[in-house]
């Protein structure tokens, strides 16, 4: 499925506020605001509010699927805005799909 492109550069959040830290391992392919994001990356989450009753229990990172099937970066799929976030919990739950507010519009990728 074709999409825009994510880079350092986007805006992604846990469905509950909480902001991913967008960090990469990919060194040397850059998209017009930053480098591009890898399916393999893992995104850690900071300043989730989500609480189960009373009990505090934040999003801690997101995990990728579904990254650009026809396009690789050191032979890693980039992500694309429609890639499949999972919001994992500390204890190892998945609390929900990645929310992509902001992104770069100029390149996109299959």
Same mark, same amino acid.
């Given at each position: 499925?074709?999409?825009?492109?994510?880079?350092?550069?986007?805006?992604?959040?846990?469905?509950?506020?909480?902001q991913a830290?967008?960090?990469?391992?990919?060194?040397?392919?850059? /998209?017009?605001?930053?480098? *591009? @994001?890898?399916? +393999?990356?893992?995104?850690? =989450?900071?300043?989730?509010?989500?609480?189960? &009753?009373?009990?505090?229990?934040?999003?801690?990172k997101i995990?990728?699927?579904?990254?650009?099937?026809?396009?690789?970066? /050191?032979?890693?799929?980039? *992500? @694309?805005?429609? +890639?499949?976030?999972?919001? =994992?919990?500390?204890?190892?739950?998945?609390? &929900?799909?990645?929310?992509?507010?902001?992104?770069?519009?100029?390149?996109?990728?299959?």
């Amino acid at each position: 499925m074709p999409g825009t492109l994510l880079t350092v550069g986007s805006t992604i959040m846990c469905p509950h506020g909480g902001q991913a830290q967008l960090v990469t391992t990919n060194a040397n392919v850059f /998209g017009p605001d930053g480098l *591009l @994001l890898l399916e +393999s990356d893992i995104h850690p =989450i900071v300043g989730c509010p989500f609480t189960v &009753g009373s009990k505090y229990s934040p999003c801690v990172k997101i995990t990728w699927s579904a990254g650009a099937s026809k396009l690789k970066v /050191g032979g890693k799929s980039p *992500l @694309l805005e429609t +890639s499949a976030g999972k919001c =994992i919990g500390a204890e190892g739950a998945i609390q &929900g799909a990645a929310i992509v507010a902001v992104t770069q519009s100029k390149d996109s990728a299959q």
